[in-house]
């Protein structure tokens, strides 16, 4: 009977247990309170996050149409070649031509959005805006090292996202998307500030950029103008000298040939001719292979002197001419001046507004996230498991003191 009696007191009892808990339901009640104060205080301290998203959109038509004269000369240019198609010297019979390898891009608006987010993705900018706008106080950082540090990994935080497929766009549902920029921070008129700044700073760099590319491309072919006219005036130069030199050579030959003429007594010209006649038709063999002192000297002094007495020797520089028209199509090119002037109305102007893509800051969505409401379940919870052991301890404690007492 003993033994069954301490077993009976070792065992739980549900009823008495269930008698406790109710009896200390106040105290249980009290510590769920506060648990549900602290973490409401606790909230309302602590900063609240957001995850702003914002699109980047590229330009539309009817900004691209300003540059409709600009990619109209782009193209033209670069189906002719620069200066090697027949448009230009199409009369140039020479088996060499002029090779321009510059080539000048389009703008489009594909192009424009891919130097937008290059310059974004690069991240510097953010860097200044960030510390233009102090989304982060210096005077939280121990030194200039600390706080520039801190800055980069912010700004390395924000993310540049391109436009991915929609489970709509899937379906057969198409939608516009865009890339977008997203970042979590709590101060929303500072990243507004920003993204600001931002778009204005890429806008200009782009553009900057785009001249840059422009000039260059410019100063090359200005380069390669320069070097095909020198080319083309050595040739000239070389063709001259080597008329003279020819010149000079042939002449000491019919000298030398008049001299034996005039020694053999040859006034006349006495190659051989044969002749095959009929009605129709009159035929001569005359063989070529000859001496030519056989001409005669009549014949070969009177060339010396036409030679002699030649004013205008370009007339027989063979290719002399076909080297001046290329010279000339060259000088009087105007691919580059156009080019200029396209530069000067489209780009190079400080009144003209430049876009190459826009950050939509005024539609940018801000994401909260909503732990209240789970960290309130779990204050609850805790605040009932803290009252309940604190019920059944209090009660334990006092039974022992009450068995002690006996």
Do not use: C
């Not at 899937?170 to 970042?183: A, P, R, V």
């Not at 205008?312 to 010279?327: Q, R, S, T, Y």
């Amino acid at each position: 009977m003993v033994k069954n009696s301490q077993i009976d007191n070792d065992e739980i009892n549900l009823i008495e247990l269930m008698y406790n808990l109710w009896e200390g339901k106040w105290k249980i009640a009290v510590a769920v309170v506060i648990s549900f104060i602290t973490v409401i205080s606790y909230q309302s301290t602590k900063t609240k996050n957001f995850t702003a998203i914002t699109e980047i959109k590229p330009i539309g038509t009817l900004e691209l149409n300003k540059f409709i004269g600009f990619n109209n000369l782009i193209i033209n240019i670069n189906n002719s070649n620069y200066i090697n198609n027949s448009n230009y010297i199409n009369h140039i019979n020479t088996s060499e031509k002029i090779n321009v390898k510059g080539n000048f891009n389009k703008i489009t608006s594909l192009r424009l959005l891919n130097l937008y987010t290059n310059i974004l993705n690069d991240r510097s900018v953010f860097e200044d805006a960030v510390r233009k706008f102090n989304l982060l106080e210096a005077s939280q950082y121990n030194n200039e090292q600390e706080y520039s540090e801190a800055i980069i990994r912010l700004a390395s935080s924000i993310k540049i996202l391109s436009p991915s497929v929609s489970a709509n766009a899937k379906k057969g549902n198409l939608e516009t998307s865009y890339h977008t920029i997203n970042f979590t921070h709590h101060d929303a008129e500072k990243w507004i500030s920003v993204l600001t700044y931002v778009d204005e700073f890429a806008n200009k760099l782009v553009k900057k950029n785009l001249v840059g590319e422009y000039i260059n491309t410019l100063v090359f072919l200005e380069n390669e103008k320069k070097y095909q006219l020198e080319d083309v005036s050595i040739k000239i130069n070389n063709y001259s000298i080597d008329y003279e030199r020819e010149t000079k050579d042939r002449l000491t030959y019919l000298e030398e040939q008049s001299a034996i003429a005039k020694k053999l007594g040859i006034v006349k010209n006495t190659i051989e001719v044969q002749t095959f006649g009929n009605q129709n038709t009159l035929l001569s063999n005359v063989k070529t292979d000859s001496p030519f002192y056989l001409r005669g000297y009549e014949a070969i002094d009177k060339e010396i002197e036409l030679i002699q007495l030649r004013k205008n020797k370009k007339a027989f520089i063979k290719g002399l001419f076909d080297l001046e028209k290329e010279k000339r199509a060259i000088e009087q090119n105007q691919t580059i001046e156009r080019v200029k002037l396209a530069l000067q109305s489209n780009l190079l102007e400080n009144n003209n507004e430049f876009s190459a893509a826009s950050i939509n800051f005024i539609t940018t969505k801000f994401e909260y996230k909503d732990n209240q409401k789970m960290l309130i379940a779990i204050a609850i919870v805790i605040g009932l498991i803290v009252g309940v052991f604190y019920v059944l301890i209090s009660s334990e404690y006092q039974s022992l003191r009450v068995s002690k007492k006996n």
